[in-house]
């Protein structure tokens, strides 16, 4: 227990620094302002996706569950979800990067347009 508790804490310290590093270095070399719109842009960008990894997690997982023990009807049933789940994070991606000003502007509001240039670029 003590091994695997060891191991998790580790990958989710390593997970946590990969996915704020750039946070910390943004807020320390440009300032609050520069990472403040950054936070909002990347939490736009990222909102949809998980919302939608989040649904198809939540039913997926039960179901391959039942079928673990069919190597060949499990592996089917991973890639055509998985196939399934990029055919809707590919085209809301795009659609975000196309309409970012339309998208800050009802979302956020005007005074977050900086943002847009931002949430282009994460796209």
């Known amino acids: 227990m003590l091994h695997f508790g060891g191991l998790t804490t580790c990958n989710c310290f390593v997970v946590f620094l990969a996915w704020n590093s750039e946070k910390l270095l ?5 300032g609050p302002d520069a990472l403040g719109l950054y936070g909002r842009a ?14 198809v997690t939540g039913v997926a997982f039960p179901v391959l569950s039942r079928i673990q023990h069919d190597a060949k009807r499990l592996a089917r ?47």
């Open 26 to 30: 943004l807020g320390r070399f440009w």
């Open 42 to 55: 990347f939490q736009l960008v990222t909102l949809p996706v998980q919302q939608l990894n989040t649904a």
């Open 77 to 123: 049933s991973f890639l055509s979800g998985c196939s399934l789940l990029i055919s809707r994070t590919i085209p809301i991606t795009i659609a975000c990067a196309l309409f970012a000003e339309e998208i800050i502007r009802v979302v956020l509001g005007a005074k977050w347009m900086e943002a847009a240039q931002v949430r282009r670029a994460c796209s």
